[in-house]
């Protein structure tokens, strides 16, 4: 079966990773590096354009950033080569070949949305394996888009799974994730119709 959101941005990475380079997430970066000490090993997931990890990197984190789509990795080694050695192709879940308790943080931006409850869920088992006891997951996902159909899928073919703040609090919660905070925010794209939720989850000390 065709993935149809993985084929859209193999099909259009060059375009989304120019999209994306123009988004201002400083506020996100603020939160991370004030999260971790220099050398906290990192795991994106989604990597995208390679734009947050480039600057993770550049802030003394030692991020390792994966992405499902070989185009939009390709786009992230061209616009970001400082990132070439730290990037890997990775269909979540279940591809990683990490170690398990490897990452003090997983961050995934923008990303889980594309995923169908089941993957969501598997995906989120998967996240509280590799990081390590006390560890941190960042993640954000759509809080209100207009354009996702009755079948969890927008006009492009792409799909959302549009879940509350409560649905997603709940599903990292069964996985031994412990809250921390979650917040709405404005789309860093300036669309006036969407709007994102962040959380940040923490694998219980042991």
């Keep these: 079966m065709i993935d149809r959101t993985l084929l859209h941005y193999d099909q259009e990475a060059k375009n989304i990773s120019s999209r994306y380079e123009k988004a201002d997430m400083s506020w996100m970066y603020e939160i991370i590096t004030g999260m971790f000490p220099a050398k906290s090993r990192l795991l994106e997931l989604g990597c995208g354009s390679g734009r947050d990890a480039a600057i993770l990197l550049k802030s003394g984190l030692d991020i390792i950033a994966t992405d499902g789509s070989p185009a939009m990795l390709k786009q992230a080694a061209e616009l970001h080569p400082e990132l070439k050695d730290r990037l890997l192709q990775y269909r979540f879940p279940g591809q990683s070949g ?109």
């Design 98 to 206: 990490f170690k398990a308790r490897f990452f003090d943080g997983i961050l995934a931006i923008a990303v889980l949305m594309h995923l169908a409850p089941g993957g969501i869920k598997d995906t989120l088992k998967e996240v509280f394996e590799l990081l390590k006891p006390g560890g941190r997951f960042f993640f954000s996902v759509p809080d209100k888009r207009p354009d996702i159909d009755e079948c969890s899928f927008d006009t492009i073919g792409r799909r959302f799974s549009m879940l509350s703040s409560e649905e997603w609090e709940e599903l990292c919660c069964a996985a031994g994730l412990v809250k921390l905070y979650a917040v709405r925010n404005d789309d860093s794209l300036g669309r006036e119709q969407v709007a994102w939720l962040s959380f940040l989850f923490k694998k219980p000390e042991e």
